[in-house]
C-alpha cells in the first residue's frame, strides 16, 4: 500500500532547480491564467489558489516521480490515509508560509506578464493612418512654362532688321525632333561619341538639350549651330534666347572650321567676369576683342542679341542697345550661328540673317 511519508520524503529531498522552476515558470502561468485561457477560469473559481499550486506543484514534480499523481488519485477516490496526506500537505517543503510568498511572488510576475502581453499587443489605427503609405514621396515640382515671345525691341526697327534677308528660321514648320537641315551642329573641343552636343527642335524652338548619350547627361562643352554659307562676307545674325538652367548664350560670324568671331552673354548667377565678352577664336584658342563689366542676363526671361559683321567692324547688341564695338580683319568670310554650352535648357527662337 502506497505511503504518503514515502511522498513526503521524496517531496523533501527535491533539488531547488525543481522548486524554483515550480515559483518561476508554472505559477505565473496558474495565477495568469484568467487573462491567457479563459477556460481555466472557472476551475480557478472553484479551488483555492493553495490547492492548485499543490496540484501544479505535484504535475510539475511527476516529471521526477509518478507518485504525486497517485497520491492525487488517492486523495480523489478517499483514501485511508487522508489525514496522513493533509498532514504531507502541511508539513511538505510548501508549507502555508512558503505558498505565501510564492503566491506573492507569483503574483508580481503574472502581472508582469499579463502587463507586457498588454504592451506588446498591436494598437489599432485609424482607418486614415491604415491607408497612409509607409514612405511619402511629395509631389514633383510643377514643369516650368516658358514666357510668351515678346515683341521687337523697339530700336531694333529700321535698323540691324532692316536688310535684305538671308536666313530666316523661326522653328514652326518642324514637329519636333533632331534638328536636320540646313542647320550643322558642331562640337567645339573634341568630346567623346556619347558626350557630343544634342540640339533638338521642340514646341516651336531650337533647344539645346545637353549631350546624345544614353544618360543625356550635361557636359559644359562649347557647342555651336550654325547655318549659312562659307563665303558669306558682311551680315547680321540676331535671335532671341532664353535661359532655363545653362550658363551662356552667343551668336557666331564668319565660321571656317574651328575659327570664327563670337559674341557671348553670361548669365547673372554664374560666377565670372566679365560678363558680356566679344571674341575671336582661332583653332579654339579664343582671343578677347571686346569686354564689359555689365550685368549679364536673368534666367527665365527672353533676350533679343544681334551681332554685325561689316567689313573689318565688329558690334554686338542687346535688346536692339549697342553694348560692344571692335575692329579685326583676321576673318573675312563664313557662316553664321548660335553658341552655348551643352547643359542643356536653353531655347532659342526667330534666327534672322539679314545685309547690314
Not at 108 to 127: G, N
Not at 141 to 166: F, K, R, Y
Not at 258 to 268: K, T
Request: charged fraction near 20%.
Amino acid at each position: 500500500m502506497w505511503n504518503p511519508t514515502q511522498w513526503k520524503r521524496r517531496a523533501v529531498g527535491q533539488s531547488s532547480v525543481c522548486r524554483v522552476t515550480t515559483d518561476v515558470i508554472l505559477m505565473p502561468l496558474v495565477i495568469g491564467s484568467p487573462y491567457l485561457f479563459p477556460t481555466l477560469n472557472r476551475y480557478i473559481s472553484k479551488r483555492s489558489h493553495q490547492a492548485l499550486f499543490w496540484r501544479a506543484s505535484g504535475l510539475l514534480s511527476s516529471g521526477f516521480s509518478d507518485e504525486p499523481a497517485r497520491y492525487e488519485r488517492k486523495r480523489k477516490e478517499g483514501c485511508e490515509a487522508c489525514r496522513a496526506c493533509s498532514a504531507v500537505d502541511a508539513a511538505s517543503p510548501y508549507g502555508m508560509k512558503s505558498q505565501r510568498l510564492s503566491l506573492i511572488l507569483a503574483g508580481i510576475l503574472s502581472a508582469t506578464l499579463v502587463a507586457l502581453l498588454v504592451l506588446s499587443a498591436p494598437q489599432q489605427r485609424s482607418v486614415a493612418e491604415g491607408q497612409a503609405p509607409i514612405f511619402y514621396e511629395p509631389p514633383p515640382p510643377p514643369t516650368p512654362t516658358v514666357a510668351p515671345l515678346p515683341s521687337l525691341p523697339a530700336g531694333l526697327a529700321g535698323t540691324q532688321e532692316s536688310g535684305t534677308i538671308l536666313f530666316a528660321d523661326t522653328f514652326d514648320a518642324g514637329a519636333g525632333g533632331q534638328v536636320s537641315l540646313p542647320w550643322e551642329i558642331v562640337d567645339v573641343a573634341f568630346v567623346l561619341p556619347e558626350d557630343r552636343a544634342a540640339w533638338i527642335v521642340r514646341d516651336g524652338r531650337l533647344t539645346q538639350n545637353a549631350t546624345a548619350g544614353p544618360t543625356g547627361d550635361p557636359r559644359p562643352n562649347e557647342t555651336l549651330a550654325v547655318v549659312g554659307d562659307a563665303e558669306w562676307t558682311d551680315y547680321t545674325i540676331s535671335t532671341w534666347f532664353y535661359d532655363q538652367f545653362n550658363a551662356a548664350a552667343g551668336l557666331i560670324a564668319r565660321r571656317q572650321g574651328s575659327s570664327f568671331y563670337r559674341f557671348m552673354v553670361i548669365a547673372n548667377d554664374y560666377p565670372v567676369a566679365p560678363r558680356v565678352i566679344l571674341e575671336r577664336v582661332v583653332d579654339r584658342e579664343a582671343t578677347v576683342l571686346a569686354s564689359r563689366d555689365m550685368p549679364g542676363y536673368e534666367r527665365m526671361r527672353w533676350y533679343h542679341i544681334s551681332m554685325t559683321v561689316d567689313g573689318n567692324r565688329i558690334s554686338a547688341a542687346i535688346n536692339g542697345a549697342t553694348v560692344l564695338e571692335a575692329s579685326d580683319s583676321t576673318l573675312s568670310s563664313g557662316q553664321a550661328g548660335l553658341f552655348t554650352y551643352a547643359l542643356g535648357g536653353m531655347l532659342f527662337d526667330h534666327v534672322r540673317i539679314t545685309t547690314p
